[in-house]
Structure formats: structure tokens, C-alpha cells
């Protein structure tokens, strides 16, 4: 099988278990609506949002849908769409470690992408266990 290979992709590999477990904490001046519903809205860096679910959810999650950056090489104003390919991996690869340890075993994975980086999406979720 290809082995898609990056550069830094020894430091993606790793850094979803290098990212620390960040404790949730309720802001309940933002809170709307029946107490003991189970939705969230996490505010903070993905990563660490992600890993703080991991202790409450890790198995449980059918499904999850994600709409990263295209990388279409457009500036937005609250993010930069123009990532060098081995940057764009490597800033997805953590994130996708995550989101798998969180799946259940029926779950699905759905991801909107074009194809600027399509490509080199399937390469990196074509094999569950890459670490």
C-alpha cells in the first residue's frame, strides 16, 4: 500500500497525543434551554476542544461532519485559506486521529472538500490506524 509521506509528518503523527486534556467548563451565562439536554457549544482551539470530548465520548460518536479549510489559496478574514500542502496535512492528521478515536465502531465520518486537497484527504483517512 502507498505510504503518503510530508514534511513535519513525524510531529502531526504525534501531536494529537501531545495535546493536553483541557477540562470543559460551563459558562452558564450562555447557557440556553432544558439543563439536562446534552448539546455543546465549545468555544477554543479545535484540537483541545476535540481531546476534552475524548474522556465522554470516545467510542460513542455515529456521526461527525466536517467542513475544514479548502485550501483554495484565498484569504478570509478570519482565517487563511492559502496553506502549503505538507501544513494543510499536518494540521488535519491530528484532528482525524481524534475524530476516529471518537467514532463508534457503525459510525460515519462525513468531510465537505473540494478538490485541492481531496486528493490528499483520502490519502490520510484511507488507513484508520496510521500512528
Known amino acids: ?21 483541557r477540562l470543559l467548563e460551563e ?16 468555544q477554543g482551539d479545535n484540537l483541545e476542544a476535540l481531546k476534552a470530548l ?17 485550501n483554495t489559496k484565498s484569504a478570509f478574514e478570519h482565517y487563511d485559506d492559502n496553506l502549503e500542502h505538507s501544513i494543510w496535512l499536518s494540521v488535519m492528521y491530528p484532528r482525524l486521529e481524534i475524530l476516529w478515536e471518537l467514532l463508534s465502531d457503525d459510525g460515519v465520518i462525513l468531510i465537505s472538500i473540494n478538490d485541492d486537497e481531496g486528493h490528499y484527504l483520502k490519502a490520510i483517512t484511507s488507513v484508520r490506524n496510521i500512528s
Not at 459558562?27 to 465549545?42: C, K, Q, T, W, Y
Not at 465522554?56 to 479548502?70: Q, S, T, W
Open 27 to 42: 459558562v452558564s451565562s450562555l447557557s440556553i434551554g432544558d439543563p439536562d439536554n446534552e448539546n455543546l457549544l465549545i
Open 1 to 21: 500500500m502507498p505510504i503518503l509521506h510530508w514534511l513535519n509528518k513525524g510531529d502531526a503523527v504525534t501531536a494529537a497525543k501531545r495535546s493536553p486534556y
Open 54 to 70: 475524548i474522556p465522554f465520548y470516545a467510542g460513542k460518536v455515529k456521526c461527525i461532519y466536517i467542513d475544514p479549510p479548502y
